[in-house]
C-alpha cells in the first residue's frame, strides 16, 4: 500500500517535519490539550521534560545530531496552521535484538480541527518515514480511543497485545487475616527462578522494550545484583506467598522519588484471588496510606 500525505484544498495549515529547535514547547501543550484527562503523573513529567528541553541551550545543541539514534521524540510531523501547531506525530528509535523499530507516538490533533483527516495523514507521513528506514513500526493507543483504533487497522496495523495498567490511590489501610493455607514472608533466593519465569510470562520479550519490567540485574538475589542495585541507586523490596506450603506468586517494590510506587507481581497464568489480595495489601501496609501504587 502506497502511503501519501497530500491533504485537500480545503483542510486548514500544512503538513512539515518537526523542528525540535522551536516546535517541543508547542508540542507538549498540544499533547496537554489532547489528553487532558487521561495523563498520570509519569505523562505530566514528560511533558514537563519537553518543556524543559525545549529552554535548554545544552540539549538543543546536541539533539539534533542524535535524532536517529536516541529513544527519545525528537523527529517527526506536525500540522501548521497560521503558525499555531494543531497536530503532530513523534516518531521514536529503538533497538531490539538487532531489528530497527519505530515508535510512532503523540498522535495528537487539537479538538477545534478533528474529523479532517490530520491525524491520519499525520500517521501516514510517520508510517512512510520508518518505511524508507526499512523499520519495523510499533505503536500505543488507549482501548478506549475506537476512532483512533479504527484509522490504525485501515492503515495496517495488527494488535499483537494488550497492557493493562493498574493504580491504587492513596487509601485508608484495611488489614485482613489471612486464609488458613497462605502464608507471607520474604523472598528466597531459591524463588527466583519462578519468580523470573512468571514475570516473562505475563511481559513477553516481543513487547517490553518499550515499557520493560526491572531486569535480571536489578532483582536477582545474588551478589552481583545487589552491587547492580546500590550502584544505580534501585531500592527494592520483595515478598513471596506460599499456599500449602508451595511458592504461589512474588512481589516486587520500587521504591521512587515521587509519591507513586510501582508494583511487579509475578503469579502462576491462574492464581488465586486470595494470594493477589494478600500481596497487594502487603504493599500498602508497606508504603502506607500516603503513597498510590502502580501495578
Given at each position: 500500500?502506497e502511503?501519501?500525505?497530500?491533504?485537500?484544498?480545503?483542510?486548514?495549515?500544512?503538513?512539515?517535519?518537526?523542528?525540535?529547535?522551536?516546535?517541543?514547547?508547542?508540542?507538549?501543550?498540544?499533547?496537554?490539550?489532547?489528553?487532558s484527562?487521561?495523563?498520570?503523573?509519569?505523562?505530566?513529567?514528560?511533558?514537563?521534560q519537553?518543556?524543559h528541553?525545549?529552554r535548554?541551550?545544552?540539549?538543543?545543541?546536541?539533539?539534533?545530531?542524535v535524532?536517529?539514534?536516541?529513544?527519545?521524540?525528537?523527529?517527526?510531523?506536525?500540522?501548521?496552521?497560521?503558525?499555531k501547531?494543531?497536530?503532530?506525530?513523534?516518531?521514536?528509535?529503538?533497538?531490539?535484538?538487532?531489528?530497527?523499530?519505530?515508535?510512532?507516538?503523540?498522535?495528537a490533533?487539537?479538538?477545534?480541527?478533528?474529523?479532517?483527516?490530520?491525524?491520519?495523514?499525520?500517521?501516514?507521513?510517520a508510517?512512510?518515514?520508518?518505511?524508507?528506514?526499512?523499520?519495523?513500526?510499533?505503536l500505543?493507543?488507549?482501548?478506549?480511543?475506537?476512532?483512533?483504533?479504527?484509522i490504525?487497522?485501515?492503515?495496517g496495523?495488527?494488535?499483537?497485545?494488550?497492557?493493562?495498567s493498574?493504580?491504587?490511590?492513596?487509601?485508608?489501610?484495611?488489614?485482613?487475616?489471612?486464609?488458613?493455607?497462605?502464608l507471607?514472608r520474604?523472598?528466597?533466593?531459591?524463588?527466583?527462578?519462578?519468580?523470573?519465569?512468571?514475570?516473562?510470562h505475563?511481559?513477553?520479550?516481543?513487547i517490553n522494550?518499550?515499557?520493560?519490567?526491572?531486569?535480571?540485574?536489578?532483582?536477582?538475589?545474588?551478589?552481583?545484583?545487589?552491587?547492580?542495585r546500590?550502584?544505580?541507586?534501585?531500592?527494592?523490596?520483595h515478598?513471596?506467598?506460599?499456599?500449602?506450603?508451595?511458592?504461589?506468586?512474588?512481589?516486587?517494590?520500587q521504591?521512587?522519588?515521587?509519591?507513586?510506587?510501582?508494583?511487579w507481581?509475578?503469579?502462576?497464568?491462574?492464581?488465586?484471588?486470595?494470594?493477589?489480595r494478600?500481596?497487594?495489601?502487603?504493599?500498602?501496609?508497606?508504603?502506607g496510606?500516603?503513597?498510590?501504587?502502580?501495578?
Open positions: 500500500m502511503l501519501t500525505a497530500s491533504a485537500s484544498s480545503n483542510m486548514p495549515g500544512q503538513l512539515r517535519p518537526l523542528n525540535i529547535l522551536r516546535d517541543l514547547s508547542a508540542v507538549a501543550d498540544l499533547v496537554e490539550i489532547c489528553f484527562t487521561t495523563l498520570d503523573a509519569e505523562g505530566r513529567s514528560f511533558l514537563e519537553m518543556r528541553n525545549a535548554d541551550s545544552r540539549f538543543l545543541h546536541w539533539a539534533p545530531g535524532i536517529d539514534s536516541v529513544s527519545l521524540p525528537l523527529s517527526g510531523f506536525v500540522w501548521e496552521d497560521h503558525g501547531i494543531i497536530g503532530n506525530v513523534s516518531l521514536i528509535p529503538y533497538r531490539k535484538d538487532g531489528r530497527r523499530i519505530t515508535l510512532i507516538a503523540n498522535v490533533t487539537h479538538p477545534e480541527y478533528r474529523r479532517q483527516g490530520i491525524g491520519r495523514l499525520l500517521t501516514e507521513s508510517l512512510r518515514r520508518a518505511r524508507e528506514r526499512g523499520d519495523e513500526t510499533w500505543h493507543v488507549r482501548a478506549d480511543n475506537p476512532s483512533a483504533i479504527h490504525y487497522q485501515q492503515l496495523f495488527q494488535e499483537r497485545a494488550r497492557r493493562t493498574w493504580r491504587m490511590r492513596p487509601a485508608e489501610i484495611n488489614t485482613e487475616d489471612l486464609p488458613a493455607g497462605l507471607l520474604p523472598r528466597r533466593p531459591a524463588d527466583w527462578e519462578q519468580q523470573r519465569n512468571w514475570l516473562e505475563a511481559n513477553p520479550q516481543e522494550w518499550f515499557s520493560p519490567p526491572p531486569s535480571a540485574a536489578a532483582i536477582g538475589p545474588q551478589l552481583w545484583n545487589t552491587l547492580y546500590a550502584l544505580n541507586d534501585v531500592h527494592l523490596q515478598r513471596a506467598a506460599d499456599w500449602e506450603n508451595s511458592l504461589a506468586g512474588t512481589l516486587t517494590m521504591e521512587t522519588s515521587s509519591s507513586r510506587q510501582a508494583l507481581l509475578a503469579l502462576p497464568p491462574h492464581p488465586r484471588e486470595e494470594i493477589i494478600a500481596l497487594l495489601m502487603e504493599a500498602r501496609q508497606r508504603f496510606r500516603a503513597h498510590s501504587l502502580n501495578l
